[in-house]
């Protein structure tokens, strides 16, 4: 045994102890960073830190009527660094985006998406990936 193999141990213990709260972090994180971009790039405007977070709550509960590009956003986002989207395109389709849409902007069929959102949402279901649809 060499003194790395208690460490593994310990590393994959704490991942499966944290990964629910990792997934919850980076989920809010993600759409944080979209929130800026989206702001900055595609609405572009200015607001004050009030009304961002504003926005952001809003887009949370899925109130905002930004949330559909907010959301198709994040998803850009995310797989543009190779990242899971699902999530967010989820939460862009929750939030009234159709398929087509959410294809168009990751660059996928609307058939890809659909498959991707119900992966999601069935390991959603059966507690397999935590972090909600945020």
């Excluded at 939030?95 to 168009?104: C, K, Q, R, V």
């Excluded at 058939?111 to 390991?123: C, E, L, M, P, S």
């Excluded at 279901?125 to 649809?133: C, F, I, M, Y």
Aim: charged share 20%; aromatic share 2%; glycine share 10%.
């Amino acid at each position: 045994m060499t003194a790395i193999d208690p460490a593994v141990s310990r590393i994959q213990s704490a991942a499966e102890l944290g990964a629910e709260s990792f997934a919850a972090k980076m989920a809010n994180s993600s759409l944080d960073a979209a929130i800026d971009v989206w702001l900055k790039r595609v609405a572009q405007r200015k607001c004050t830190p009030t009304q961002r977070a504003r926005l952001l709550k809003a887009v949370e509960r899925g109130t905002a009527a930004e949330t559909v590009e907010i959301q198709l956003t994040r998803a850009a986002l995310l797989r543009a660094v190779g990242l899971d989207e699902g999530p967010a395109a989820a939460a862009a389709a929750t939030a009234g985006a159709t398929y087509a849409e959410i294809g168009a902007v990751l660059g996928i069929s609307g058939q890809g998406v659909g498959q991707k959102v119900r992966a999601y949402r069935d390991r959603s279901a059966d507690g397999s990936h935590p972090g909600g649809l945020s």
